[in-house]
């Protein structure tokens, strides 16, 4: 439902002529990182349940991307919304005594956020701020037949910004950062949730109608 209405504001956007000036659509790719870290509570966990020795490892960061459509409506001032995929992060863990298993987080959001921009150079530097909707899973197992899977949805604030680069009239490059603050993950170890801060780093082109 989220993905349907986000496509229609983008048609409705592109079908009006008083949106036609100042609209771009683009996409982005990069790294996104803040996952929660869940080695310390999963080694703790397991030495608590009696196993001799733990260890436990998680990835730090994502492969991430987003597919967006806004306006400029003054060179200054203007709107987007996009779909951002955060990509997902593994964990694993081995004891003696007790369990060996895996974990995985991942994460994709909505979002919608007002632009500003101040021209330098043949580009601008340009800030956003706005609201996300987003979903969590967690997926973990064990090898003695535990499994479970779990989403969270969350709506927070997301702030951004970076520089984006005009290559020609139509096409324009950037690079900037995105915080989707607020974001909840479940806790597989204790099954509560945990607010955490997810940071985008991404590079990408925008085509201007």
């Known amino acids: 439902m989220k993905k349907i209405t986000a496509a229609v504001l983008l048609t ?6 008083a949106f036609a000036e100042g609209f771009f659509i683009g996409a982005d790719i990069g790294t ?14 397991l030495i608590g349940a009696g196993a ?11 492969i991430a991307f987003d597919l967006h459509g806004g306006q400029w409506i003054t060179e200054r001032f203007g709107w987007e919304v996009g779909y951002d995929a955060l990509g997902s992060v593994d964990g ?3 004891s003696i005594g007790s ?19 101040i021209p330098l150079g043949r580009g601008k530097l340009y800030g956003k701020a706005g609201l996300f909707s987003a979903s969590t899973k967690e997926d973990a197992s064990n090898t003695v037949g535990f499994s479970s899977s779990t989403t969270q949805s969350s709506t927070g604030l997301m702030i951004g910004g970076g520089y984006e680069f005009s290559f ?5 490059g ?5 915080l989707f603050n607020g974001m909840k993950f479940n806790d597989f170890t204790n099954n509560t949730t945990s607010n955490k801060t997810l940071v985008q780093v991404l590079v990408g082109v925008d085509y201007k109608f």
């Open 99 to 117: 369990t060996t298993g895996s974990y995985k987080y991942s994460a994709s959001a909505f979002h919608v956020a007002a632009l500003g921009g």
């Open 52 to 62: 001799t020795y733990a260890s436990a490892t998680q990835k730090t960061s994502s």
């Open 12 to 17: 409705a956007a592109l079908s009006t002529p």
């Open 168 to 172: 020609s009239d139509k096409i324009a």
């Open 174 to 178: 950037h690079a900037g950062m995105n």
């Open 92 to 94: 694993s863990w081995t």
């Open 32 to 45: 996104a990182a803040g996952y929660p870290d869940r080695t310390g509570e999963t080694v703790n966990g």
